[in-house]
T-cell receptor, first 112, second 113 residues
Framework: ETGVTQSPTHLIKTRGQQVTLRCSSQ?????VSWYQQALGQGPQFIFQ???????GRGNFPPRFSGLQFPNYSSELNVNALELDDSALYLC???????????FGSGTRLTVV | QKEVEQNSGPLSVPEGAIASLNCTYS??????FFWYRQYSGKSPELIMS????GDKEDGRFTAQLNKASQYVSLLIRDSQPSDSATYLC?????????????FGTGTRLLVSP
């Protein structure tokens, strides 16, 4: 059974640019959630995808968007990057959004 | 009031002692409760889940839930230096067909040899 994989592991972008982060969910999991974890804080829920549709969203602006593909992998896109977007971005997969969330190793995004 | 509150610590315990980590939450509709361990620079790792009042034991870990008091705790027996990490409490709430996890800011645990 493979775990959740995320790419890239680290990324440096300039303010105003756009970024795409990728996640491959754990085998058998059809739900993907994305979280943002700023330094010294707990993860904050961005949104969740189930069967290729967004079915829940946290308090993040529309410039945060995502996709889920038929193989349940997912992308997080962030437009017009701001300095405060610097954080660890975590992808978590589960079966139907239930318990047993498995987090990927994360992508560390730095916006300069 | 934060939705999920934890003491940021650090909580320092000697090797072999019991570490007690606490968490309170504000939403009485919360249905599932999780403890994650996060080493510095790494992603959170699920160590315990609990859904009903009482205790749940798994090896050296015991999770305790009291829904009336809106309180969750994690006990780590025979603490080891390798247990030194940040422990995140997460509370799950169903919202129009999906579960969202709300995390606390975490408690940093230091176990000294």
């Amino acid at each position: 059974e493979t775990g959740v994989t995320q790419s890239p592991t680290h990324l440096i972008k300039t303010r105003g640019q756009q970024v795409t982060l990728r996640c491959s969910s754990q085998s058998g999991h059809n739900t993907v959630s994305w979280y943002q974890q700023a330094l010294g804080q707990g993860p904050q829920f961005i949104f969740q995808y189930y069967r290729e549709e967004e079915n829940g969203r946290g308090n993040f602006p529309p410039r945060f968007s995502g996709l889920q593909f038929p193989n349940y992998s997912s992308e997080l896109n962030v437009n017009a990057l701001e300095l405060d977007d610097s954080a660890l971005y975590l992808c978590a997969s589960s079966f139907r959004g239930g318990d047993g969330y498995t987090f990927g190793s994360g992508t560390r995004l730095t916006v300069v | 009031q934060k939705e999920v509150e934890q003491n940021s610590g650090p909580l320092s315990v000697p090797e072999g002692a019991i570490a007690s980590l606490n968490c309170t939450y504000s939403d009485r509709g919360s249905q599932s409760f999780f403890w994650y361990r996060q080493y510095s620079g790494k992603s959170p790792e699920l160590i315990m889940s609990i859904y009903s009042n009482g205790d749940k034991e798994d090896g050296r870990f015991t999770a305790q839930l009291n829904k009336a008091s809106q309180y969750v705790s994690l006990l780590i027996r025979d603490s080891q230096p390798s247990d030194s990490a940040t422990y995140l409490c997460a509370v799950g709430r169903m919202n129009t067909g999906f579960q969202k996890l709300v995390f606390g800011t975490g408690t940093r645990l230091l176990v000294s040899p």
